[in-house]
């Protein structure tokens, strides 16, 4: 499998036979600017498309026949929005996974208590989900983390391994960090785009035709409506036969340390 390491080790050794070959032949610039591209979009695809494993191993999804899917729920807490997303979880008895930022949990103690006590996960989502959060280096990283863990525990007296990165952007410091911190990367293979679909019944066809055995979905605990998108996939889930289980059990990891 194609990953960070292996890709640039290729490029290197590409780019010191070019320059090798420059010395015999005539070869024209526009080569290395090709080939600079070239390497440039593989990075490129790696850093933005979570399920890749290019820069960390991430588990999007579980290779199984039975009929079992994990919910996950990114950049809560917020009051009342995820509020409405435990009271539908909770009239189908189904748990789902809330990958929090940590600083929108000041002030949400009592809502971040009541995740954890309806018996859902809670997992990292960085501290400051800030939009420069690529461009961290490894000890930055390790901070926002770390940061991040912190405050959970405060709350929840448990620090979280399961982490899913902001924007689902990964990065060499990133894994660095992650791997550092023991964490389990979290990706998904159905992505609700619930933020950027205005239209709560395309957001719901739009999941369950891509519904699969072992697949993990994502929602945001933040967009107004969300809970009713919710509400028909869990119906469409029960209609077809699909348990709805916890993260930990679908992939058989440790959620906290
Ligand atoms: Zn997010």
Redesign the pocket.
Known sequence: MLNHRTTLLLFTALWIVMIGLSFIYTIHSYWFVISMLFFLSIEFYGAYFVDSGFHINTISSVNTNEKVVALTF??GPVQQRTEKVLDVLDKFNAKATF?C?GNRITGNEILLKKIDEAGHLIGN??YS?SNLFDLKNTKQMLKDLQSGNEEIKKVIGKAPLFF?P???VTTPSLAKACRRLNFDVIGWNIRSLDTTIKNKQKVVERVIKRIKPGSILLF?DTVDGVELVLEDVLIYLKNNNYKVVELDQLIQKKAYA
């Open positions: 990114d950049d990958f930022i989502h960085s989900h899913r902001p924007f689902g945001h």
